[in-house]
């Protein structure tokens, strides 16, 4: 048509003149042209405006992507600040209570130390009354010794012939009283008189007669009242009546460790010349340890404490103290152990993985809950697209299953807010 129409032009530039139907059809194939440039105008702003369109359109996507990364980061940041402000506010406390215990431990090495000092002011006093009981007891058997005993006052003789010597012993040939030969002066009091003296110089080979109380030695009686003191105060420490030994302490549901711990100490106090220093108290005590939650604990604490079979020895653990503070948070019930165990079941998810976990954290700290219990508290808030992404595989340990759910439910979150 546009070929048609050149030619026609050019005819008139020749001058032909064109009259007629071939005149109507020329006008009729240029308002075609006309109608046709008109519709490919039309079809082509169509076009332009659709790209225009498409343009707009992928512009603002593009806004609000750009717009939601920074809404991302600036949260991303306002979290770790947060985070990081909780975590100072931890490490204050920590130090803190670290402060505390230290203090503590001061003050029980001075209680330890004061202890220690007065056992062994008491134990010299002990062994001086032992050595005064000995020395009671050795001088009582000195005087018994002299006493049962007469000295012989026989003179020995003198070269010089000084000497006197004793008067031969009259043999009675008679009855008592009387007697054929004998001497009337030697009967009665006089023989007797003379018999005495004849006898001077000889040992007595009788029995010694027993002392009379007007001659009893009163020095004599008051050392026997002080040796009868020292006795009964020695044998009193030691006649006390032993306690029943500690039950066995399982850990049951009806067991106190505070209520054990004390008994424990009951049983020490009164069996005292038992026990020569603490680490033997604490040695008995983990022997009164039984079963599968506590016989862990008790064999780790033994080792630590002796440096036994390749552990280290740990210094302060041969106290008692220290062995109360180890026990009573591990099997005794702590108000503030409670207390977060509430809180982390009052924690809800937001929509903020990173907050809700930091939140069960940190209660976490007191409760130390762990295994299926901590993981059962944390997908009881998580969506389910997250826990269905966490389902697709197992993991060893708490810390690597708390790595994978701020991954996959931090993932759910930018995917919805797409």
Same mark, same amino acid.
């Given at each position: 048509?546009?070929?048609?129409?050149?030619?026609?032009?050019?005819?008139?530039?020749?001058?032909?003149?064109?009259?007629?139907?071939?005149?109507?059809?020329?006008?009729?194939?240029?308002?075609?042209?006309?109608?046709?440039?008109?519709?490919?105008?039309?079809?082509?702003?169509?076009?332009?405006?659709?790209?225009?369109?498409?343009?707009?359109?992928?512009?603002?996507?593009?806004?609000?992507?750009?717009?939601?990364?920074?809404?991302?980061?600036?949260?991303?940041?306002?979290?770790?600040?947060?985070?990081?402000?909780?975590?100072?506010?931890?490490?204050?406390?920590?130090?803190?209570?670290?402060?505390?215990?230290?203090?503590?431990?001061?003050?029980?090495?001075?209680?330890?130390?004061?202890?220690?000092?007065?056992?062994?002011?008491?134990?010299?006093?002990?062994?001086?009354?032992?050595?005064?009981?000995?020395?009671?007891? *050795?001088?009582?058997?000195?005087?018994?010794?002299?006493?049962?005993?007469?000295?012989?006052?026989?003179? *020995?003789?003198?070269?010089?012939?000084?000497?006197?010597?004793?008067?031969?012993?009259?043999?009675?040939?008679?009855?008592?009283?009387?007697?054929?030969?004998?001497?009337?002066?030697?009967?009665?009091?006089?023989?007797?008189?003379?018999?005495?003296?004849?006898?001077?110089?000889?040992?007595?080979?009788?029995?010694?007669?027993?002392?009379?109380?007007?001659?009893?030695?009163?020095?004599?009686?008051?050392?026997?009242?002080?040796?009868?003191?020292?006795?009964?105060?020695?044998?009193?420490?030691?006649?006390?009546?032993?306690?029943?030994?500690?039950?066995?302490?399982?850990?049951?549901?009806?067991?106190?460790?505070?209520?054990?711990?004390?008994?424990?100490?009951?049983?020490?106090?009164?069996?005292?010349?038992?026990?020569?220093?603490?680490?033997?108290?604490?040695?008995?005590?983990?022997?009164?340890?039984?079963?599968?939650?506590?016989?862990?604990?008790?064999?780790?604490?033994?080792?630590?404490?002796?440096?036994?079979?390749?552990?280290?020895?740990?210094?302060?653990?041969?106290?008692?103290?220290?062995?109360?503070?180890?026990?009573?948070?591990?099997?005794?019930?702590?108000?503030?152990?409670?207390?977060?165990?509430?809180?982390?079941?009052?924690?809800?998810?937001?929509?903020?993985?990173?907050?809700?976990?930091?939140?069960? *954290?940190?209660?976490?700290?007191?409760?130390?809950?762990?295994?299926?219990?901590?993981?059962?508290?944390?997908?009881?808030?998580?969506?389910?697209?997250?826990?269905?992404?966490?389902?697709?595989?197992?993991?060893?340990?708490?810390?690597?299953?708390?790595?994978?759910?701020?991954?996959?439910?931090?993932? *759910?979150?930018?995917?919805?807010?797409?």
């Amino acid at each position: 048509m546009a070929q048609e129409l050149v030619t026609v032009k050019n005819q008139l530039k020749s001058g032909v003149q064109i009259v007629g139907r071939e005149l109507t059809r020329i006008d009729e194939q240029v308002q075609l042209l006309d109608w046709e440039s008109q519709k490919v105008h039309e079809c082509f702003a169509t076009q332009v405006a659709e790209r225009l369109g498409e343009t707009d359109e992928r512009q603002t996507r593009h806004e609000a992507v750009t717009s939601h990364l920074h809404e991302a980061v600036q949260g991303t940041g306002e979290q770790s600040m947060h985070r990081d402000l909780l975590l100072d506010q931890e490490i204050v406390r920590i130090n803190k209570q670290h402060k505390r215990e230290m203090e503590t431990h001061k003050i029980s090495i001075n209680l330890v130390r004061d202890e220690l000092q007065r056992q062994q002011e008491s134990r010299e006093a002990q062994d001086g009354e032992i050595a005064l009981l000995k020395a009671l007891v *050795e001088q009582l058997l000195r005087q018994g010794k002299g006493k049962g005993k007469v000295s012989d006052p026989t003179p *020995e003789a003198s070269g010089a012939g000084g000497g006197r010597p004793p008067p031969p012993r009259q043999e009675a040939t008679g009855a008592p009283g009387g007697g054929g030969g004998g001497d009337p002066d030697d009967e009665g009091e006089g023989s007797g008189r003379k018999l005495d003296e004849g006898r001077k110089g000889r040992r007595d080979e009788r029995a010694a007669p027993q002392p009379e109380e007007d001659g009893y030695d009163a020095e004599n009686d008051e050392l026997f009242n002080l040796f009868s003191r020292v006795m009964a105060n020695a044998l009193g420490q030691r006649t006390r009546v032993p306690a029943e030994p500690p039950a066995m302490f399982r850990n049951e549901k009806h067991q106190d460790i505070r209520m054990w711990l004390m008994s424990c100490t009951d049983y020490f106090g009164r069996n005292s010349g038992q026990w020569e220093d603490e680490g033997q108290r604490i040695r008995y005590t983990i022997s009164r340890m039984d079963g599968t939650g506590v016989a862990p604990f008790a064999l780790t604490y033994r080792r630590q404490m002796t440096g036994e079979t390749g552990y280290t020895r740990q210094e302060g653990y041969q106290f008692w103290h220290i062995f109360a503070e180890q026990v009573l948070p591990r099997f005794g019930p702590t108000h503030e152990a409670e207390k977060s165990l509430r809180e982390m079941g009052s924690v809800k998810y937001r929509g903020d993985v990173a907050k809700f976990l930091i939140e069960m *954290e940190n209660l976490n700290i007191h409760a130390r809950v762990t295994g299926i219990a901590w993981r059962k508290m944390i997908e009881d808030e998580l969506p389910i697209e997250a826990l269905r992404q966490l389902s697709h595989r197992e993991y060893v340990d708490d810390g690597e299953w708390l790595e994978a759910v701020r991954t996959e439910t931090r993932a *759910e979150q930018d995917f919805k807010e797409r």
